[in-house]
């Protein structure tokens, strides 16, 4: 093998908001690959997120900002496609329970049909198998502290966005 050659690891996501399982992975996947690119989707089939695409980015960058090899950017259409043209190495995910498993393989599997590109999952931490940014966003708006699930970054985003309820 070329040891120059950089190992690029695109992690892709939705990020409405980021939250602690998201930048548990990121940073795991940070201390394996020279270099983890962290992609927002543009228009999900997910409709009406709850954070705009900048606002998504911005988030993930505070979030990401003491990390040399993070970047953060987005992209539209196929990740297959978008994969190519940043000339990832792998695709990172994060499983949390045995649903993930279902759907992520089969994704998997279809990117690599597409791109050649593998999908490499990491474990998610026990402490985050639970957490979700919908259910974030659901307990949020509920009144519940969402404090120990999103960055702090994150919830800052979220309290001037919209004062938690209460
Ligand atoms: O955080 P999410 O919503 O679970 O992330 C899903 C995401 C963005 C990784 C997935 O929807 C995706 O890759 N979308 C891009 C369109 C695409 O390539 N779809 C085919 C996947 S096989």
């Known amino acids: 093998m070329n040891h120059t050659t950089q190992r690029a690891a695109i992690y892709p996501g939705s990020f409405d908001p980021m939250t602690c399982g998201h930048l548990d992975v990121i940073e795991r ?3 394996i690959f020279d270099r983890v690119v962290v992609a927002v989707v543009v228009n999900p089939q997910k409709r009406d ?3 705009t695409l900048d606002e998504r980015e911005a988030m993930i ?3 990401v900002a003491e990390l040399g090899n993070v970047e953060v950017t987005h992209f ?3 990740l297959a496609d978008f994969v190519r043209k940043i000339d990832a190495t792998v695709i990172v995910k994060g499983l949390r329970v045995v649903a993930d498993f279902e759907a992520e393989m089969s ?3 279809m990117n690599r049909s597409l791109s050649n590109v593998d999908t490499v999952f990491l ?3 026990p402490r985050w198998s639970f957490v979700s ?4 966003k659901e307990v949020y708006s509920l009144g519940a502290d969402v404090a120990e699930y999103v960055p702090p970054a994150v919830l800052h985003v979220m309290q001037s ?3 938690a309820p209460r």
């Open 29 to 31: 996947a940070a201390a």
């Open 49 to 51: 997120p709850l954070f």
């Open 61 to 63: 960058r505070a979030a």
């Open 76 to 78: 539209r259409g196929l």
């Open 107 to 109: 994704t998997a599997l």
């Open 123 to 125: 474990p998610s931490d």
């Open 133 to 136: 940014s919908t259910l974030v």
């Open 161 to 163: 966005k919209r004062p």
